[in-house]
């Protein structure tokens, strides 16, 4: 890929940016299994991960024997006191799972939109160690990975299409594992919202600043139709509320959620947070991708109502909080 031509090609789509939260919405094509899996388990501390893992995997039916699969945590800064990313405790205990049922390669990888040290990052954050005690997980700068151009499939955004990294295209199966959090711009950060991250900082800039310029729910949403998750795994044990999602307070909501479809996980996630997911923009457009409405999800593990605990939110979004 020539970077020179791919810049000058979002550069031009750049100057469409404010028309792109006008743009007339196409109906998005669905993507979801005609019913949906979530199994919502009760996960106290990060040292029960293994086992928590386990039954959730199961309770998905995630079938990875001989698949490649790329986790895609959200890895954004270090903080030695914000719970910003996803745990690297969950993600080694995932990955660990996914080998020991078959998995022909697991790859752990991201584009951080703050960071541009990734090495750095990832060893302050204890990915590193985590991953070198497993000794098999790749770790993956999805911001410097060979990308290919791909066609977006909502046009919710004036982009005609996205370069995205060849780890990612390669894959047979990508779970999201977004850190459950508010934020101060989408009301949300879980599974879609996680997908910021697969685009590279070296075509996309730092941080990302395109996206924004599209409209952030429409870049989501772009997102969401163009790139396939086809699981998801939430790591709601330490979550963040309020300032979301780097400024934060810690809100202990002391659950994994597992699902095979990313709306029908964030729908849920929000559900969890006391949030109505109808009311979030992004999720209110990306609906139809997925299966949204509950009687349409089979739910496993937790009844949501013993776990929901209203999330703090910041005054632009307490609109968001559920009746």
Request: a positive charge; hydrophobic letters at 45%.
């Amino acid at each position: 890929m020539n970077r020179r031509h791919a810049l000058n090609g979002i550069m031009l789509a750049g100057t469409a940016g404010i028309a792109a939260r006008t743009l007339w919405r196409p109906k998005l094509k669905r993507r979801s299994p005609g019913r949906s899996t979530v199994a919502v388990l009760k996960c106290e501390r990060y040292g029960l991960c293994p086992s928590v893992v386990e039954d959730g995997l199961r309770l998905g039916g995630l079938d990875v024997k001989d698949k490649r699969v790329l986790l895609k945590p959200n890895l954004v800064e270090y903080s030695p006191t914000a719970p910003i990313n996803t745990h690297p405790l969950l993600v080694a205990a995932v990955a660990d799972s996914l080998y020991r049922r078959g998995a022909a390669a697991v790859t752990v990888a991201d584009g951080p939109g703050h960071v541009r040290d990734f090495e750095m990052l990832a060893e302050e954050s204890g990915f590193t160690e985590q991953l070198r005690l497993l000794k098999r997980p790749a770790l993956v700068d999805l911001n410097y990975d060979p990308v290919r151009r791909v066609n977006t499939a909502a046009r919710t955004t004036a982009l005609p299409d996205l370069w995205l990294p060849e780890s990612v295209l390669a894959a047979d199966i990508v779970i999201s594992m977004p850190k459950i959090k508010t934020h101060h711009w989408a009301g949300v950060t879980l599974s879609l919202k996680n997908l910021f991250g697969v685009l590279p900082g070296s075509v996309y800039g730092w941080p990302k600043n395109i996206l924004h310029w599209e409209g952030i729910d429409n870049s989501i949403v772009e997102l969401a139709a163009t790139v396939p998750v086809h699981y998801v795994i939430a790591d709601g044990i330490t979550a963040m509320e309020g300032n979301g999602p780097l400024h934060g307070a810690a809100r202990n909501l002391g659950c994994l959620v597992f699902a095979d479809d990313p709306v029908a996980a964030d729908f849920t996630c929000c559900r969890l947070m006391g949030i109505e997911p109808e009311r979030v923009r992004h999720l209110e457009m990306a609906a139809p991708l997925g299966n949204s409405n509950e009687r349409s999800i089979d739910q496993r593990g937790e009844v949501i109502a013993t776990l929901r605990k209203p999330f703090d939110l910041m005054a632009a979004f307490r609109h968001l909080r559920a009746p």
